[in-house]
């Protein structure tokens, strides 16, 4: 079964062709961090006009490069949320239009699912599963108990871990999006700073960075006001310290408590290195694997979107072609 999948939601165009829910065919992501760089984030009417410049041409090369025909193609899905609405109706109106003409089931997708069935391109999953899912958006820790299936254990309460790199990395005057940079720095710095660890109450699996962040910009500005200078490396090293650690412990915690088979890790911030360090060094004593998909898996691509829609597509879950964007699309 061959699922083409596509992705609008923020600022990669990308379509995908996934054969049997793991095996990737043809991927192709066209970003558009280039024309969002100068303006320190993502301009969401920018990143409309791109996706419909872009949407035609990923289509093509994603078939071409496939080597099948829309005759192969068993089934559309499209990440209907969430997501920015302008971005999102670009790749919902592609995907109707092509089930439309092409006479093939539609499937909408959450981007979380797709984040999460990243993971199954590389590894079967096994059951019941936790993961973590930190990406620019979202910090989430979800249970599922089977295919398709997703409960929400912890969620961030202010910024996600994402944001919160991208923030720091802005007080920095790192380019955007700074969370690779704060990494490369991370590396050579040393955790110095003692920022706080946002445990919350006792038994919550739910996250807070804000007052992080906070932390953080107090540190730059009381060092300024005594004409010091903190290193840069220093800073990033403290503060990814932080988030790591914090996002570890949780996910430890929960893994034991719901004594899962296996954990996963989704979403940008899963590019992180000393994330996927700490993880590994956490886990590796458990008898419970640990997986986190290759970097270019780890941010938003159209394959993850494929292979989530290969769950629907088996489950008989279809969506009309009335389906519409849904920025606030609920996981669960
Ligand atoms: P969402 O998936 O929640 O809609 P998004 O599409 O912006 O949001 P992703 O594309 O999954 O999120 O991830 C982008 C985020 O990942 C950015 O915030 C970026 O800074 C962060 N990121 C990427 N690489 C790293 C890294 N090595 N260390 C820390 N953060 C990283
Ligand atoms: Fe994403
Ligand atoms: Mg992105």
Known sequence: IYILGIETSCDETATAIVKNGR?????????????????????????????????TIVLEETIQKSGLTWDDIDGIAVTEGPGLVGALLVGVSAAKALAFAKNKPLIGVHHIAGHIYANRLEEEFSFPLLALIVSGGHTELVLMKEHGQYELIGETRDDAAGEA???????????YPGGPHIDKLAKVGEDTLEFPRAWLEEGSYDFSFSGLKSAVINKIHNAKQRGENLKKEDIAASFQNSVVEVLTEKTYRAALEFEVKQVIVAGGVAANQGLRTALMEKFAPTQIPLSIPPLSLCTDNAAMIAAAGMINYLKGKRSSLDLNANPSLPLS
């Open 23 to 55: 095996e990737i065919v043809s991927n192709v992501v066209s970003s558009q961090i280039k024309s969002h760089e100068r303006f320190g984030g993502v301009v969401p009417e920018i990143a409309s006009r791109h996706h419909v410049e872009q949407i």
């Open 165 to 175: 790199f991208d923030k720091v990395a802005r007080m920095l005057n790192l380019p």
